[in-house]
């Protein structure tokens, strides 16, 4: 019997695939439709400190292998939450990570230990990186420094793992990660959504009203392979890798180049029985293989990074 | 030890009759009696494309009826295009039904169906259910071409007066089929589905007429079943069907954004704010 069971930075989880924040609600939603015995966390929709009604419409667009999304946060806000969405969410089959966005460090703290105060919250995630909310979201996820300052005040607030929620949209992302290992956090969320737009020809207007996006599905999956990969090579805690996953062999990619664990969001929009599909590839894969163990191939396929081969003998 | 084999609650249904209506007109019969039981009239699916390729699609709920229900959609795209492909005898995944359907709950003695194009792939079960209940319906059917006008006489059979449009005139009324609601007399019930134009033109004629009027709406979904609200709709705080949410967000807005596929797809046109 193959295990598949993993911990992400003092989370316990029973399966290594997490549903993706925004992706999945509550998880209510897809209860009455999918199985969801082999989830092994949901990471709920962001919450803010205040209500938000989210960006005007449209917010998808379809594009070629993904879609672009500009939801912009709609949510009512952390009083609301918990006094009349968190008693819902008891008694779950399986952990509940809150996910905390905000527009000042502040914002931060504060949400995140309402949040954390709650029984029903097993870890909170920081989403330092929605791309969504004018420039202010993603802010965080772009300065090192800032990102350290969010995640060492939000630390103070709690004891349950804190999951930091890294942005692609960076030159280095490892040393953001770096910084943000540093400052406390117990694991890593990588990637968000890329940046993106698409625009419509006959209108000659943006196709999201909000004017620009986050881009996800397996169109930026090498881009989230990558990441993994580099943000493997400089932090030592546990990394949720997150992009375009949808088959057992994407999820495979990650746990190679470095994650502990994988998160699915916009295959579910394909079939929402993704995360039983992929779960039962990763026990058939390591069952072939005789590795008993899913935290056995993580990071295996980590080789460092090439240096280009120069042209000797031409100096001219 | 097996592996552990996980309980989905996918309906795997089959098709058991496909018909290509007109060209790129198509109609699935399937073999899928528990969604049978649970179809309302005005809700839908979520089809999961049969290669695994592209996102799931949301289709009306065309027949449902003993143990078949059915699906009619056009040929736009890529996931259709997968659809269209299936051959009697294959499996094919749905989740649903979905949505909250037409509210029926209190009969009219007059109805007016408005249907646009592919619209006309969600109304049928409610001009059933309408006649039925001993209303007389009248179905306002538009398409471009005579040959888009699809299964038309199936909703005769049914019991409805047919009143046609197309827009080049090949059948019925050279125009929009909204022209021809203005003209007929004023019903106490409107239900419409179509294209966005033909629904905001059918509320604002509800609204000149007085007459109560029921929109279902096309937009792109996601999930289809509430979780991503990517697919809202701006809808008066003080309807019935916005979603709970704080009473007074920032800015003091009377508006909430509703999701078309949860809160939805049906809703009252006056409720509306777009």
Same mark, same amino acid.
């Given at each position: 019997?193959?295990?598949?069971?993993?911990?992400?930075?003092?989370?316990?989880?029973?399966?290594?695939?997490?549903?993706?924040?925004?992706?999945?609600?509550?998880?209510?939603?897809?209860?009455?439709?999918?199985?969801?015995?082999?989830?092994?966390?949901?990471?709920?929709?962001?919450?803010?400190?205040?209500?938000?009604?989210?960006?005007?419409?449209?917010?998808?667009?379809?594009?070629?292998?993904?879609?672009?999304?500009? @939801?912009?946060?709609?949510?009512?806000?952390?009083?609301?939450?918990?006094?009349?969405?968190?008693?819902?969410?008891?008694?779950?089959?399986?952990?509940?990570?809150?996910?905390?966005?905000?527009?000042?460090?502040?914002?931060?703290?504060?949400?995140?230990?309402?949040?954390?105060?709650?029984?029903?919250?097993?870890?909170?995630?920081?989403?330092?990186?929605?791309?969504?909310?004018?420039?202010?979201?993603?802010?965080?996820?772009?300065?090192?420094?800032?990102?350290?300052?969010?995640?060492?005040?939000?630390?103070?607030?709690?004891?349950?793992?804190?999951?930091?929620?890294?942005?692609?949209?960076?030159?280095?992302?490892?040393?953001?990660?770096?910084?943000?290992?540093?400052?406390?956090?117990?694991?890593?969320?990588?990637?968000?959504?890329?940046?993106?737009?698409?625009?419509?020809?006959?209108?000659?207007?943006?196709?999201?009203?909000?004017?620009?996006?986050?881009?996800?599905?397996?169109?930026?999956?090498?881009?989230?392979?990558?990441?993994?990969?580099?943000?493997?090579?400089?932090?030592? @805690?546990?990394?949720?890798?997150?992009?375009?996953?949808?088959?057992?062999?994407?999820?495979?990619?990650?746990?190679?180049?470095?994650?502990?664990?994988?998160?699915?969001?916009?295959?579910?929009?394909?079939?929402?029985?993704?995360?039983?599909?992929?779960?039962?590839?990763?026990?058939?894969?390591?069952?072939?293989?005789?590795?008993?163990?899913?935290?056995?191939?993580?990071?295996?396929?980590?080789?460092?990074?090439?240096?280009?081969?120069?042209?000797?003998?031409?100096?001219? | 030890?097996?592996?552990?084999?996980?309980?989905?609650?996918?309906?795997?249904?089959?098709?058991?009759?496909?018909?290509?209506?007109?060209?790129?007109?198509?109609?699935?019969?399937?073999?899928? $009696?528990?969604?049978?039981?649970?179809?309302?009239?005005?809700?839908?699916?979520?089809?999961?494309?049969?290669?695994?390729?592209?996102?799931?699609?949301?289709?009306?709920?065309?027949?449902?009826?003993?143990?078949?229900?059915?699906?009619?959609?056009?040929?736009?795209?890529?996931?259709?295009?997968?659809?269209?492909?299936?051959?009697?005898?294959?499996?094919?995944?749905?989740?649903?039904?979905?949505?909250?359907?037409?509210?029926?709950?209190?009969?009219?003695?007059?109805?007016?169906?408005?249907?646009?194009?592919?619209?006309?792939?969600?109304?049928?079960?409610?001009?059933?259910?309408?006649?039925?209940?001993?209303?007389?319906?009248?179905?306002?059917?538009?398409?471009?071409?005579?040959?888009?006008?699809?299964?038309?006489?199936?909703?005769?059979?049914?019991?409805?007066?047919?009143?046609?449009?197309?827009?080049?005139?090949?059948?019925?009324?050279?125009?929009?089929?909204?022209?021809?609601?203005?003209?007929?007399?004023?019903?106490?019930?409107?239900?419409?589905?179509? $294209?966005?134009?033909?629904?905001?033109?059918?509320?604002?004629?509800?609204?000149?007429?007085?007459?109560?009027?029921?929109?279902?709406?096309?937009?792109?979904?996601?999930?289809?079943?509430?979780?991503?609200?990517?697919?809202?709709?701006?809808?008066?705080?003080?309807?019935?069907?916005? $979603?709970?949410?704080?009473?007074?967000?920032?800015?003091?807005?009377?508006?909430?954004?509703?999701?078309?596929?949860?809160?939805?797809?049906?809703?009252?046109?006056?409720?509306?704010?777009?």
């Amino acid at each position: 019997m193959v295990s598949l069971e993993t911990d992400i930075g003092g989370l316990r989880l029973s399966h290594p695939t997490l549903m993706g924040s925004g992706c999945y609600g509550s998880g209510d939603e897809f209860a009455p439709f999918v199985d969801q015995t082999a989830i092994g966390a949901i990471v709920l929709k962001s919450v803010t400190r205040l209500p938000r009604l989210g960006n005007p419409t449209p917010r998808l667009v379809r594009t070629p292998a993904g879609m672009l999304n500009a @939801i912009g946060l709609q949510n009512p806000g952390i009083d609301w939450y918990v006094e009349r969405e968190l008693p819902k969410y008891a008694g779950r089959a399986c952990p509940l990570v809150g996910s905390v966005a905000g527009f000042s460090v502040d914002d931060y703290a504060y949400v995140c230990e309402r949040l954390a105060a709650d029984d029903a919250i097993a870890a909170v995630e920081l989403n330092i990186s929605c791309p969504n909310v004018a420039s202010e979201g993603e802010t965080f996820a772009c300065d090192p420094a800032l990102a350290a300052k969010v995640v060492k005040t939000a630390r103070t607030t709690t004891d349950k793992p804190l999951i930091v929620k890294l942005s692609p949209n960076v030159t280095d992302i490892a040393a953001v990660a770096v910084e943000v290992e540093s400052a406390g956090a117990d694991a890593l969320a990588v990637i968000n959504t890329v940046r993106g737009m698409g625009i419509d020809v006959e209108t000659w207007r943006p196709r999201l009203g909000n004017v620009t996006g986050g881009l996800s599905g397996p169109a930026i999956r090498p881009i989230a392979v990558l990441a993994v990969y580099e943000v493997a090579r400089a932090v030592t @805690i546990p990394i949720v890798g997150q992009g375009g996953i949808e088959t057992v062999t994407d999820a495979l990619e990650f746990f190679l180049a470095g994650a502990a664990a994988v998160a699915i969001g916009t295959a579910n929009f394909t079939d929402p029985r993704t995360p039983e599909r992929i779960a039962n590839g990763l026990r058939d894969y390591l069952q072939q293989r005789g590795i008993a163990s899913i935290r056995e191939i993580v990071g295996k396929a980590n080789v460092g990074l090439a240096d280009a081969h120069e042209y000797e003998g031409d100096e001219g | 030890m097996p592996a552990i084999e996980y309980d989905s609650r996918v309906h795997v249904t089959r098709v058991a009759d496909r018909r290509e209506l007109a060209p790129g007109v198509i109609l699935l019969g399937l073999e899928a $009696p528990e969604l049978v039981r649970a179809t309302r009239p005005g809700q839908f699916v979520m089809a999961i494309p049969p290669a695994g390729e592209s996102a799931a699609t949301a289709l009306g709920i065309y027949e449902a009826e003993g143990t078949r229900a059915s699906l009619l959609f056009f040929i736009t795209g890529k996931r259709t295009h997968e659809l269209a492909e299936l051959r009697v005898g294959e499996p094919l995944g749905l989740i649903g039904p979905l949505g909250n359907g037409f509210d029926l709950s209190s009969v009219p003695q007059r109805a007016a169906i408005v249907a646009g194009g592919v619209g006309i792939a969600s109304v049928l079960l409610a001009a059933q259910a309408l006649v039925r209940s001993g209303a007389s319906v009248e179905l306002l059917y538009g398409a471009r071409t005579s040959e888009l006008l699809v299964d038309a006489e199936r909703f005769g059979e049914a019991g409805c007066e047919l009143v046609l449009a197309t827009d080049d005139g090949s059948r019925g009324r050279h125009g929009f089929v909204t022209e021809l609601l203005g003209e007929r007399p004023a019903p106490d019930l409107i239900l419409a589905c179509g $294209p966005t134009p033909m629904l905001r033109a059918v509320g604002a004629i509800a609204a000149e007429l007085g007459v109560p009027a029921q929109l279902s709406l096309e937009e792109t979904f996601a999930c289809g079943v509430g979780g991503c609200w990517g697919c809202v709709v701006p809808l008066a705080r003080s309807s019935a069907q916005a $979603p709970s949410f704080p009473p007074a967000s920032r800015g003091g807005s009377d508006v909430v954004f509703a999701r078309v596929c949860k809160e939805g797809p049906v809703f009252r046109s006056d409720e509306l704010q777009w």
